[in-house]
Each structure stands twice: as C-alpha cells, then as structure tokens.
C-alpha cells in the first residue's frame, strides 16, 4: 500500500524556496501540488488581463521548478472547496498544506469556506506564516521582535517530492492555454521566481545604489527603486530570501570597506531605507490581518458621510471619470495615471500622490478609487493598498494630512518634462516651464505648441488653492472633535507604530503637539517615507 | 586659432517660449544654467506654486 498523498495549495506563493507547507507536505509523503484558478477571484474587479499574464509566467515557472524536484502542479479551475472535494475523491489527500495569506475579502471568506470543508471531512489544514504578519496578534507592543524573529530563521531549502501522477489538471500542456486575454499593459513586468531573483539580484549589485534619493521621482525610481513589489505579491520570491540577500549584501559591503576598497558610500543609506521599508510592508499588511473592514470602511469612523454624498453626486463622478482617464488637466497625476495604466506600476510618491489628489482636490471617497488603482497595480497588496489608501485621504486619524500638490511635485520630481512628456503626448511641444501648468500658457503660446487648453489637453478640473483649503478646513473641523480624538488614539493602540523615528523626535521638540493625539502623530516625512 | 564660427555655437531651446537660442558671450561661465533666451521670456514665466 502506497504512502497517503498530501496536498500542498498554492495561492500567493508561487515559489519552491523558502516554502515551508512544501517541504513540511514533502517530508510525509507523495505530494500533490494544487493551483486553484478561481472564476470568483481571477475574474473580478481585482485582477487585470495584466495580472493574469504575470500569473501565468508564474504558475509556468513554477511548473518547471517542481517537475525537476520529481512533482506536479496540477491545475483546476472553480471554487476551491469544489476543488477540493474532487480531489479527495480521486486521491484521498490526507492533510492540506499552505501559507497563511492577507488577502482581500474575497480569499478571506473562501479560506473561511475551505476551513469549513476541512473540518467537516478531517482533513486537517496546516498553514504557515510566510511574513512579517502575525496571525491572531494580541498586541501591537512589541510587533517588529515578530518581525525580526521570522527572519532570522534560515529560509526553507527546496525539498525533493515524490508527485502524484495521471491526474487531470496536470499544469504542463494547461498552462499554455489558460485563456488568458492578451495583457492590457505593455509596460508590466513579466512573472515568475526566475525574474524576481535577476531583479533582486540587479537591485542589490548594482541598480540600487542610489535609491534613497532615486525613489521620489517616478523617472529615476524606474530602475532606481527594487522593483521587487510584484514579485512578493505572488510569492515568486520571500520577503525572507529578499531580506537575507539585503544582509549578504550589506555585510559584502562593510567588508569591501573595511579592507580599503572604493566603496559607493551611497550604497549604506540606500540599503538601510530598503531595509526599512521590507517591514513597512508587513507593518502595513498587519493593519488589514487585524482588522479586515479596513478594506471596506474608514479607520476612523468620525469620518463616515465627510465624502460619501459628494462621490455619488453627477460631479462627483465626473471627476471619478476624469481621474481615471488621466484627464484632469493636472499633468503629473494625468501622466502618473496613464503610466499605471500601462505599466502597472508607479512609485510610491506617485502613488501617494494619485491617491491624495483623489480625496483632496476631488474629494472623493478613496473606496472606489482604491479599488481601481488596486486593479492597475500589478503589486496590488491589499493590505498595504487600503491602509495607505486611507493614510492618503486622512482617514486614518493617526496620520499627519498631507496634501499634496501636483505642480510642486512635477517640478522637483520630473524637473526636464521628461516623465511628463512621455505619458502625455498632448504636451510633447509645450516648453519645460509650462509643463507643470500648462493652463497659464498664453493663448499665442497655445497655438504655436499645438496645445489648446481645453481642446487639446483640459483645464484643470479643480483649482488647486481653493480645493485644498476646502479639505483641508473640512477634515480639521472632525479632526477637533473630542470623538475624532479618543477614537484616534484606539487605532493607535491597535495599528500604530510604536517605532518613534528621529525626525518625530525632532518634530516633536519643535512644535506642540495636538491635543489628546499624543504618540499617534507621525511626522509628514516619516509617514511620507512608508513604503518605497 | 581663436573662436568659434558662428553657425557651431552651442543653441538651447528656451523653456519658456520654446524656440531655440544660441550661446552668447555673456553666457559663458553661466552657459549650464542658462534656461531663458530673453530677459522678456524670464520675466514671463509661469509662477512656482
């Protein structure tokens, strides 16, 4: 009599190394290897064509990787508990094996229903933690010894499997016709464990040297930030293995500088902020794993109604419309628009920016635009999506409001129109000085550069000063209610960081705080600084 | 061998009105940072907001 199978499911880990269920399953016999396409998941709002391409040069690299190791994946499409209850039928899989996972609500409530299933047949369902991420957290005190504990742990080596044979599903011959449509990003980055190791490894030799001060400008933060994002949000690689080859890198470093040779000081600060912003990453997942109606509803409940009439309103979704098309008529947010949409990806000021824009200037609740956004970005992650969704619209109440300004940014941060320029062909013959503003170009310049505000390329469609006084006196007249307040500082206890960084210290000694806020201010810098 | 022929002078396209200018004595420890073609162009320009 063989060994019983057990049943190792793959979601958003798409890897052989590091992956304990895999090699726990491994270490008890046969293994089966499950990848779920869920018409409820892989067919919503959430998923682009453009993901679904990077899923599938994933699941084929995935593929090869554990058919060297002896095992199959084996693919089936449907619900997973549907799934599951064929396969028990044609295997009697004994034991299911996965990782933990921070999703939306919608894998949220299919594990629900897959914990279900397995109780009711015995199966017994072994999850692991593969982050930062703490499952059933009782505190934040003391959250980053978490973090620092899961990565000290060496990374799981790839075991050898013993598959499952002669099923139907088997991934190989599947995987090249998945219907998958044609990706609607020409731009995106391409799938699977083999290119996040060629992007790390480039980030770490060579690209990342001047990331910190690379990273605030969507020009240079095309190569000079990781461009690691998408590649943790299906698990092609680990924040772990990420992590260690930071540490191989760093300390490969030191060395070179401490036996005398040239060493690019620029290397040390850049290395640290990524450092810090690998625990961002989980900080900010770890908001959503606590409390999960974060992805539907404000932090901070004083601000339920502030902007929910507006949105609904025939302007409010005209301007919906406007900043989805990337028509404005604010050239940065219009061309960081069009270069998500494209690309799948922005860096994080831009982002923050596009988010700001939306429930500042637009006043817009960010639930829909979150949504969207979320949708273009080939990294989506929910849980650092809404939180820093609500951070940008100042719903979070523990937050400095920080506003920012598209023209200010467009003139530090794409300074030659280059960025500009690329994504908004309208504006190719406006001269650099214009750029930022292209609605205070005279109506002779207008015509001579081909570019009629209005016709060509629209007004603004919000003035500036006007609207941000507006959000601004809006959000503080809640901000000051006693209520506001004793319900900030409750999300505080339960989300805040506890890290006080030396620019809050320094920020701290030179202004007064707000009342009753205390610790759960952070200063705009740091907060500014979150995820890279 | 003094100078340059004029048709081989260093030009630039002026930021503000977006037609190109040509290198100027004046201009010559200050060539990298010259933006403008004119006085009338660098009064013209847009506000910073």
Redesign the interface.
């Known amino acids: 009599m063989s060994d019983p199978v057990q049943l190792v499911w793959f979601k958003r880990d798409l890897r052989v190394d590091d992956h304990r269920p895999l090699s726990e399953a491994a270490r008890r016999g046969p293994v089966l290897c499950l990848y779920v396409y869920e018409p409820e998941l892989h067919g919503s709002e959430e998923l682009t064509a453009a993901h679904l391409v990077f899923l599938q040069e994933s699941l084929v690299c995935l593929e090869r990787s554990l058919r060297e190791l002896g095992g199959t994946l084996v693919l089936r499409r449907g619900r997973v508990v549907d799934v599951l209850h064929a396969l028990k039928r044609e295997t009697s899989f004994v034991s299911l094996w996965s990782h933990e996972e921070t999703g939306s609500d919608r894998t949220y409530r299919r594990d629900r229903e897959v914990a279900v299933w397995c109780r009711e047949q015995s199966v017994p369902w072994h999850e692991f933690r593969q982050d930062g991420v703490v499952r059933r957290l009782s505190s934040r005190n003391g959250w980053s010894r978490h973090w620092e504990e899961f990565m000290r742990q060496p990374a799981v080596p790839r075991p050898s499997l013993r598959g499952v044979r002669g099923l139907q599903g088997e991934a190989g011959p599947l995987l090249a016709d998945l219907g998958v449509p044609p990706s609607d990003k020409p731009d995106a980055q391409k799938g699977g464990a083999a290119a996040a190791s060629r992007t790390l490894s480039s980030f770490l030799s060579d690209r990342g040297v001047n990331y910190r001060a690379a990273m605030s400008s969507p020009v240079s933060g095309w190569t000079g930030c990781s461009r690691i994002s998408p590649y943790l949000a299906f698990g092609c690689i680990s924040l772990r293995t990420v992590n260690d080859e930071l540490a191989a890198r760093r300390s490969e470093l030191r060395t070179a500088d401490a036996d005398g040779e040239p060493v690019d000081r620029r290397w040390f600060g850049s290395l640290q902020s990524f450092g810090s912003r690998l625990r961002w990453h989980c900080h900010f997942m770890q908001k959503l794993e606590d409390e999960p109606r974060i992805e539907f509803g404000n932090f901070v409940r004083a601000y339920d109604g502030l902007r929910e009439e507006f949105t609904a309103s025939v302007e409010g979704r005209r301007r919906f419309e406007a900043w989805k098309e990337g028509l404005t008529g604010y050239p940065m947010v219009d061309a960081c628009i069009r270069c998500v949409k494209a690309s799948g990806w922005l860096n994080f000021r831009m982002r923050a920016m596009l988010a700001s824009f939306s429930a500042y200037h637009l006043w817009l609740h960010w639930r829909e635009p979150a949504v969207w956004l979320g949708s273009h970005f080939l990294d989506f992650e929910p849980g650092i999506h809404f939180s820093q969704f609500q951070m940008q619209s100042g719903t979070s109440g523990i937050n400095t409001v920080r506003i920012y ?1 598209p ?2 940014q467009a ?1 530090e941060q794409d300074p030659d129109g280059e960025f500009i320029r690329r994504w908004l062909p309208e504006l190719r ?6 750029l ?2 292209p609605e ?3 109506a002779e ?1 207008q015509s ?2 081909g570019c009629l505000i209005g016709r060509n390329y629209p007004a603004p469609i919000v003035e ?1 000063a006007a609207a941000v006084k507006e959000a601004r006196d809006r959000i503080a007249a809640i901000r000051r209610r006693s209520g506001t307040r004793t319900e900030a500082k409750a999300v505080f206890a339960r989300h805040g960081s506890r890290k006080k960084s030396a620019t809050h210290r320094e920020h701290k000694n030179r202004q007064p705080q707000l009342p009753g806020l205390g610790e759960a201010i952070e200063t705009a810098t740091a907060a500014e600084r979150r995820c890279g | 061998m003094r100078g340059v022929k004029k048709q081989n002078l260093p030009s630039k ?6 037609r190109p200018f040509v290198w100027r004595k004046k201009w010559e420890k200050v060539w990298q940072e010259v ?1 403008y073609c004119s006085e009338r162009c660098r009064r ?6």
Do not use: D, E, N
């Not at chain 1, 013959?429 to 214009?434: F, I, K, L, N």
């Open positions: 300004s023209a200010k003139l013959a406006v001269p650099v000085s214009w930022s503003r205070q170009m005279p310049l001579r550069c500036h | 396209i002026c930021t503000v009105c977006g933006r013209t320009r847009p506000p910073v907001q």
